[in-house]
């Protein structure tokens, strides 16, 4: 090490003095900045608790459609089962709790916990994250996408993987009707129950329970329509399974007329029957198959009355108007569907659901003290396919339709187009009153889902016996819950328009 002289006043002795020794100190620091470097470079690392990695397919049913756009995809066709984020291997803490990106790249929180379920037994696992986003796979924009939810078209996309599903399981939820599940009778294949719906252009975050119920608290959300309306509503209470089980408070015994109340969220589910949406009559209490006397311009009080303290009704139906039926307007018959009677005029399905419509949203707008937000629920196709439901038409098919497999067309364009026609009729008369009308544009998202019916695993099979299959309804778990990812993006939009 060189040293130094340093010059000191005349008169006093003078001494060498020796610099400090910093060499050795920034030789290590340059050897600890490089080696690092020189190390990662060199060797790809896999770190089990901080590594994120994504499938590119999974065993239940091979996947068509992959996030080709994602960055992070690895170029070696050797390592295209999983993507791995390399990271700086150390010993875990306490506090290395596992850390997923969610959608927009946010980092999130994952811990596990408990809930209390119904009558004190614990629930299914819930990951609370943060904002409540579940972990999935697909979703991450390409290159021009935007993350303004509130300008996009939610309704258009396709279905991508999505291994984190189901979210709840027929063991876990009591609310699914023995109809719909299709785990307890048997179904073989789960992979329908792992896909999500992806919009173009941006993200559709899986439904957060937690979300939901503090949107809803001191609220209440009523669901008019058939069985598929109904469908719809225990998808929501199972999906809320997983937080807690609402009590049943019904003043009546009837199961079409029900209400469930979470009790400390002052929350409110009502389910109102009403196949046709307008006043019915039955020709034979005693035969469902017997035509039914339709009043096309009567409201159905059955729910008309009961709605306008609610915040929130969804309104759908469709399915019942291909059964035999007889038309009145003004107490006059019309018409009729499938009737015997040659003088009668033999009109369509489409012909006295357009005034159904008409008139059950005309009832919303009508009534004085009703102030909530209406939710028009575009319908779901059904899928048989190799014939009708009675005569041997089946839905088997195991995966979803891509979005160029399928249209929608003849009978099935035309309802649709009543709907959204119907709809804008409403919010235009809504309008003047300071009401809500909103469409929940469902139908293309589920025209692409065939897979999702029960078919024939809705019940036992019974020998000897042939049971219609049902490609009407939906499994749940299902695609039916990525209804409520719809629903609980429209509540957060509209909250945010008040």
Not at 19 to 31: D, E, G, N
Request: with cysteine.
């Amino acid at each position: 090490m060189k040293l130094q002289a340093i010059e000191v006043p005349p008169g006093k002795n003078q001494t060498r003095r020796k610099t400090p020794k910093k060499a050795p100190l920034v030789t290590f620091a340059i050897l600890f900045a490089i080696i690092p470097i020189f190390y990662r470079s060199h060797k790809k690392l896999s770190v089990p608790f901080e590594a994120s990695v994504r499938p590119t397919s999974f065993s239940e049913d091979p996947c068509p459609i992959s996030d080709t756009n994602d960055d992070t995809t690895s170029s070696n066709p050797s390592e295209s089962h999983l993507v791995v984020e390399e990271k700086i291997p150390r010993r875990p803490t306490k506090d290395d709790l596992p850390r997923e990106k969610d959608d927009v790249g946010r980092q999130s929180d994952q811990s596990d916990r408990l809930p209390t379920g119904r009558k004190g037994r614990p629930g299914p696992k819930v990951e609370e994250e943060k904002e409540g986003i579940p972990r999935s796979v697909g979703g991450r924009p390409t290159k021009g996408e935007s993350y303004d939810r509130d300008k996009c078209d939610i309704f258009s996309g396709q279905w991508v993987p999505n291994l984190e599903g189901p979210y709840y399981t027929n063991t876990t939820c009591w609310a699914i009707q023995e109809h719909q599940n299709c785990m307890k009778y048997g179904r073989p294949d789960t992979g329908f129950m792992k896909w999500r719906w992806k919009p173009n252009g941006c993200d559709l975050p899986v439904f957060d329970p937690h979300h939901f119920l503090e949107l809803m608290r001191g609220k209440s959300v009523a669901f008019v329509g058939d069985s598929v309306a109904r469908n719809h509503m225990q998808s929501l209470i199972c999906l809320l399974s997983r937080v807690v089980y609402p009590v049943d408070v019904s003043d009546t015994s009837d199961e079409n007329f029900k209400r469930w109340e979470y009790i400390s969220y002052n929350f409110t589910i009502a389910k109102f029957w009403s196949p046709y949406l307008v006043r019915t009559q039955m020709t034979d209490p005693n035969d469902t198959t017997r035509p039914f006397n339709l009043f096309l311009d009567e409201y159905d009080k059955s729910w008309t009355t009961q709605i306008e303290n609610f915040d929130y009704v969804i309104i759908s139906a469709f399915h019942w108007f291909a059964r035999p039926s007889v038309f009145y307007v003004n107490r006059r018959v019309i018409g009729c569907l499938y009737c015997p009677e040659t003088n009668i005029a033999h009109k369509s399905a489409i012909f006295s659901y357009r005034r159904a419509l008409r008139t059950a949203l005309r009832a919303i707008n009508s009534l004085k003290r009703y102030r909530g937000v209406t939710f028009v629920r575009t319908f779901a196709p059904s899928h048989f396919e190799g014939g009708p439901w009675d005569k041997g038409g089946d839905c088997a098919r195991k995966r979803p339709f891509m979005s160029n497999e399928i249209v929608l067309e003849d009978d099935n364009l035309k309802l649709y187009e009543i709907q959204v026609g119907e709809h804008k009729i409403a919010e235009k008369m809504g309008r003047r009153r300071g009401l809500k009308f909103r469409l929940m544009d469902l139908t293309q998202a589920m025209l692409l889902r065939p897979d999702g019916h029960p078919s024939k695993y809705g019940h036992w099979p019974v020998e000897n016996v042939t049971v219609a299959n049902d490609c009407v309804h939906w499994c749940l778990p299902g695609p039916i819950d990525t209804w409520n990812d719809f629903l609980l993006e429209m509540l957060k939009r509209d909250g945010k328009r008040s």
